[in-house]
């Protein structure tokens, strides 16, 4: 008779620790599951912006009347920010126009700033 409530507990607890183990392989397969297609997502999002970018910049290149030597770019879903500084504030606008008219743009925020040459 104390052979069956030793087996009774030790059938119960083989019965717990397998329930668990199945749950924490579950879990771990689904949490992985979704992180692929995120960080797949992450990658081509960050390309997307850089590529954004660099269409950015060589349309500022490419403007008359504008120095881009100190303009920087940054893009991110789209909207593009100008940071940097110009000798003229005619460059400013001229920048923004720029970069307002190359494919993808959905807005642009310059934060260009005014500094004359040799200052």
Do not use: C, H, W
């Not at 008779?1 to 030790?10: E, H, L």
């Amino acid at each position: 008779m104390k052979a069956s409530p030793a087996i009774k507990v030790i059938g119960g607890a083989l019965i717990v620790l397998a329930s668990i183990q199945a749950y924490a392989q579950s879990s771990d397969a689904a949490a992985m599951a979704p992180a692929a297609p995120a960080a797949t997502s992450t990658k081509a999002t960050k390309a997307a912006d850089r590529a954004l970018g660099r269409k950015v910049r060589s349309a500022l290149s490419k403007t008359k009347g504008l120095s881009v030597a100190n303009i920087t770019v940054r893009s991110r879903s789209g909207a593009v920010t100008l940071a940097g500084t110009v000798p003229e504030q005619s460059q400013v606008d001229i920048a923004t126009q720029a970069a307002q008219g190359v494919a993808g743009v959905t807005s642009v925020k310059n934060a260009l700033t005014i500094r004359p040459v040799g200052q």
